[in-house]
Every structure is written in structure tokens, then in C-alpha cells.
């Protein structure tokens, strides 16, 4: 496994954008990466993936056209860009890696699984509050 590494929560206003990061301890390429989320008392869902190795992305119906993922190869980070708060955005965020090794028809129909992931980060605190 390797370690991950969350950074970039806050408090926000509705509206507001925001960008989280996750640095990876390890250069191992890791194919399968994801941002899950957990509000109190509710379940982790995820949130979006990238499949590392084509960048080929997806993302839940809830923050279609508002967030983006991307990652950064060399510094070993990945990026959640997130638009257009809301306060159901509230919750804690956690960036998630697994090497993939089932490849892409499993990452494509599994990704919102917690099970694929077999690392995860701390998480960072995302509130949007007015």
C-alpha cells in the first residue's frame, strides 16, 4: 500500500470553488484513482476517478459539470477541482488508490465501491455553509 495525503479543505460560502489534493507517498504507479466522500451519517460514495494510465474519467450524477479530477504524474497528486458549491457538498473528502490491477472494464463499473481502493488518505473537512 501506499500512503496518501489529503490537503485543501475548508469552509466556504454556497457558490464558492475549491481544490483538494492528495499526494501519494510512493511513485508505484497506482492505475486506479478516486475521491470519495462521507457526510455525517451517511455512507462513502464516490465522488470521481481517474484510470491513471489513459485519464480517462467519471463521476457521480451529483457533481457532473460542477468538479473535476485530474492528476499530476510527476508530482505524484491528484486534484479535485470542485465549482459551484453546495451545501450538500459538506462533508469529508478522501482520495483513494488501488493498483488496478483488475483492470479497466472492472474500474469502469466498480469504481464507486470503497472495496476497490485498497489505500485511503485521512480526509479533509469540506464545508459550505451560508
Known amino acids: 500500500q501506499v500512503r496518501l495525503a489529503e490537503s485543501g479543505g475548508d469552509s466556504v460560502q454556497p457558490g464558492d470553488a475549491l481544490t483538494l489534493s492528495c499526494k501519494r507517498s510512493s511513485s508505484a504507479r497506482m492505475k486506479y484513482l478516486a475521491w470519495f466522500r462521507q457526510a455525517p451519517g451517511k455512507e462513502r460514495e464516490g465522488v470521481a476517478t481517474?484510470?491513471?494510465?489513459?485519464?480517462?474519467?467519471l463521476y457521480a450524477d451529483s457533481v457532473k459539470g460542477r468538479f473535476t479530477i485530474s492528476q499530476d504524474i510527476n508530482r505524484n497528486t491528484m486534484y479535485l477541482q470542485m465549482n459551484a458549491l453546495e451545501p450538500e457538498d459538506t462533508a469529508m473528502y478522501y482520495c483513494?488508490?488501488?493498483?488496478?490491477?483488475?483492470?479497466?472494464?472492472?474500474?469502469?463499473?466498480?469504481?464507486?465501491?470503497?472495496?476497490?481502493?485498497?489505500?485511503w488518505g485521512q480526509g479533509t473537512q469540506v464545508t459550505v455553509s451560508s
Open positions: 481517474i484510470y491513471a494510465t489513459s485519464n480517462a474519467t
Open positions: 483513494a488508490a488501488d493498483s488496478g490491477w483488475r483492470g479497466f472494464a472492472y474500474w469502469n463499473t466498480k469504481w464507486m465501491s470503497p472495496e476497490t481502493f485498497t489505500s
